[in-house]
């Protein structure tokens, strides 16, 4: 059973930073693209980043580019989400889910996912 654990999660007043990481027990980690999704309250998943199996490549959505950094160590089975200069509306659930993809995007087929970890940013 493969497994994907979010953690960093946590509250920070607007403008300030978090550190999201998701280890996974899948093996081998370098053969599947990543990304990270978010969903706030009565509203669906949304996609935010990806990155690709070597991690040269990475995708982001419109609303956290140039604020938010994947990345990923896949010698330690780990994808990072650094999360800096957040708003009120990062607020929500943050998911990280692998796909088979090479480098995949927001359509592309995700397996796995985790169980989530919640971002509250205070205004």
């Known amino acids: 059973q493969v497994q994907l654990v979010e953690s960093g999660g946590g509250l920070v007043q607007a403008g300030g930073s978090l550190r999201l990481s998701c280890a996974t027990s899948?093996?081998?980690?370098?053969?599947?693209?990543t990304g990270w999704f978010r969903q706030a309250p009565e509203k669906e998943r949304e996609f935010v980043a990806s990155?690709?199996?070597?991690?040269?490549?990475?995708y982001y959505a419109d609303s956290v580019k140039g604020r938010f950094t994947i990345s990923r160590d896949n010698a330690k089975n780990t994808v990072f989400l650094q999360m800096n200069r957040l708003k009120p509306e990062d607020t929500a659930v943050y998911y990280c889910?692998?796909?088979?993809?090479?480098?995949?995007?927001?359509?592309?087929?995700?397996?796995?996912w985790g169980q989530g970890t919640q971002v509250t940013v205070s205004s």
């Open positions: 889910a692998i796909s088979p993809w090479s480098f995949p995007q927001s359509n592309a087929p995700y397996d796995y």
């Open positions: 899948q093996r081998p980690f370098s053969t599947y693209g």
């Open positions: 990155i690709s199996r070597n991690g040269g490549s990475t």
